[in-house]
């Protein structure tokens, strides 16, 4: 019998036991420790000076966002050029 066969074939001692034990609680304890610091810490709130849109290119396309004074350059320079495509996406900035 090979040994690899041999190893599955021993019972479930004190010290693996004590081991298995050892790792859940250290699993247990950090899911706990997290959920208590991101708890204590809040969910930051969503930015309401950013834009997101998606535009097709020549290589495929890409999803762009933009916040704060980027958004906002990007909507001065973009606007005028193409107002159709971007009036609703520079919109929620004003």
Do not use: N, Q, Y
């Amino acid at each position: 019998m090979p040994a690899e066969a041999v190893r599955l074939h021993r019972p479930v001692e004190g010290r693996d036991k004590r081991f298995l034990f050892g790792l859940g609680a250290a699993a247990a304890s950090l899911t706990i420790a997290v959920t208590i610091f991101v708890g204590a810490h809040g969910a930051s709130s969503p930015r309401t000076d950013c834009i997101t849109f998606d535009e097709a290119g020549v290589m495929g396309g890409g999803t762009w966002h933009f916040c704060g004074t980027e958004a906002v350059r990007f909507c001065k320079t973009h606007v005028a050029s193409e107002p159709a495509k971007f009036v609703a996406v520079c919109a929620k900035l004003d």
